[in-house]
């Protein structure tokens, strides 16, 4: 089955400081990629998404990217974090019938 | 486009009793549908799915949840909640699982669920 590593878990970063959330995913080859943030009492909105290598598509207008350097491998960066960046940052992969989330990352501006 | 709509944001219950939590969907065709519990600070679990077939569907921990086409609903259901269900819940919608799309989730807004002892 598939398993998703997401880190750090929890992450406080001053405004203005960059970023970058790692993603890795286990047991499974050629999946569909996600990133979707969840800000404090809203659901979950997606952010990029990725069905392959070098493939990105950006669904909300931001100062955050996406890249994918391997097949099994997503990451989020930004050169300089806003408050609203703030929130909980979920890692997702499609790869059969359904889909697997990470366990979170939380990040804090200050 | 598609888009779902969860229209309860918070949800109180007594442990024991039942529960329904409302979901309902916009899509041209037939969706693929999605049940997601949430803990605090924890990633999303999988409750159940519809993508054809039997329109009542059986998932973990007790739940079901029963699609109506011509609702456009998807509602979660359980005869009798416990303590440990409290927790956000969340409904979605993929329009199409071909190889090679997209595969988009579009989330409801969530319905955060109180248990009460």
């Known amino acids: 089955s598939q398993t998703i590593h997401q880190w750090p878990a929890t992450l406080v970063q001053p405004v203005g400081s960059p970023l970058s959330l790692e993603c890795t995913v286990e047991?499974?080859?050629?999946?569909?990629l996600y990133w979707y943030r969840q800000a404090a009492g809203r659901g979950l909105q997606l952010l990029f998404y990725s069905v392959g290598i070098g493939q990105i598509s950006s669904e909300v207008p931001q100062n955050l990217s996406a890249s994918r350097p391997q097949d099994r491998q997503f990451i989020l960066s930004s050169k300089k974090l806003l408050l609203s960046d703030s929130g909980f940052y979920l890692c997702?992969?499609?790869?059969?019938?359904?889909?697997?989330f990470g366990s979170g990352t939380r990040l804090t501006v200050v | 486009a598609q888009s779902v709509t969860q229209p309860d944001i918070h949800i109180t219950v007594s442990e024991g009793a039942s529960l329904e939590l409302r979901c309902n969907y916009s899509?041209?065709?037939?969706?693929?549908l999605f049940w997601y519990v949430q803990s605090p600070g924890q990633g999303l679990q999988l409750l159940l799915k519809y993508f054809s077939g039997d329109t009542l569907v059986q998932g973990i921990k007790g739940f079901e949840a029963e699609f109506k086409r011509s609702q456009s609903s998807f509602n979660l259901r359980k005869p009798s909640v416990h303590w440990s269900d409290a927790a956000e819940y969340f409904c979605a919608v993929v329009g199409g699982l071909s190889s090679g799309s997209a595969r988009q989730l579009t989330f409801g807004s969530g319905t955060q669920l109180t248990v009460l002892p």
């Open positions: 047991g499974t080859s050629n999946p569909n």
């Open positions: 997702a992969e499609f790869s059969g019938s359904s889909y697997t």
């Open positions: 899509y041209g065709a037939t969706p693929y």
